[in-house]
């Protein structure tokens, strides 16, 4: 089946690749991102900051004039702060909160009506953080585990509009956000080359994961011909990362 997907943060890493794979399979994408992003197929670009409430709501007023249905939402931007809590700004943390936990409350929202009329369904990217967390990345740790909270909630409510909703939780995935959060020193090693080999080395399969792995993953729970009996669920994929034991 092929449909409309609208997908936020595609300006790089997992929703760029996220967009990619349903233009792939020939749906329509609209994606949402603050920066421009031209890719190739049917997709429409909306520039927007969804950590602004007024700009979701603008979000939401385009898309419905020009859609009467959607397949499938993914709700995947997502902003992260490197710092410990003593060091986190008000600032900080509402822009993380803003852009990780409201956007997908509000933006869910404002296009129920249209995912209703496809019985369509809503991905949230949470994260491994939702489950098991570090040092320094407590704002983020907390918007992630809200984020797991609301898609259950969202389940429950959006089931009698015959919608489905789903988390991927991905794990160490080659990003730049991931690059960024190696800052905080909680693996070995001098550069980003050789921190990036010590994360791997913690995984199970022995790497970190790709982009393209991840939006596997959200095509799956997208795709009703693939997922339809699955819903207020968190497909974890990490490559065995929370399997092993920390004390181990």
Not at 40 to 49: E, W
Not at 74 to 103: F, G
Not at 213 to 242: C, M
């Amino acid at each position: 089946m092929s449909g409309t997907a609208v997908v936020t943060g595609v300006s790089g890493g997992i929703g760029e690749a996220v967009a990619r794979r349903f233009l792939d399979d020939d749906w329509e994408v609209i994606g949402i991102s603050r920066r421009d992003v031209q890719l190739p197929g049917n997709f429409v670009h909306i520039p927007a900051d969804i950590s602004s409430p007024s700009e979701i709501l603008r979000i939401g007023e385009e898309i419905r004039s020009t859609l009467t249905s959607l397949n499938v939402l993914v709700n995947n931007a997502a902003y992260q702060v490197c710092a410990p809590i003593s060091e986190t700004s008000y600032e900080d943390y509402t822009r993380v909160m803003n852009t990780n936990l409201m956007a997908p409350f509000f933006l869910s929202k404002e296009l129920l009506s249209l995912l209703s009329n496809a019985r369509g369904a809503v991905v949230n990217i949470s994260s491994v953080h939702a489950h098991a967390t570090s040092g320094n990345i407590a704002a983020y740790a907390a918007s992630k585990g809200g984020l797991m909270a609301l898609t259950r909630a969202m389940a429950i409510e959006f089931a009698e509009d015959g919608v489905r909703v789903n988390a991927v939780l991905p794990g160490a995935v080659d990003t730049q956000m991931l690059e960024n959060g190696l800052s905080r020193d909680h693996v070995s090693g001098a550069s980003l080359e050789e921190r990036k080999r010590s994360l791997a080395e913690k995984h199970l399969l022995g790497r970190i994961g790709k982009p393209e792995e991840i939006a596997e993953a959200v095509f799956f729970l997208a795709e009703n011909r693939t997922s339809s009996f699955i819903t207020g669920q968190g497909l974890v994929v990490d490559g065995g990362a929370l399997t092993r034991l920390s004390t181990e």
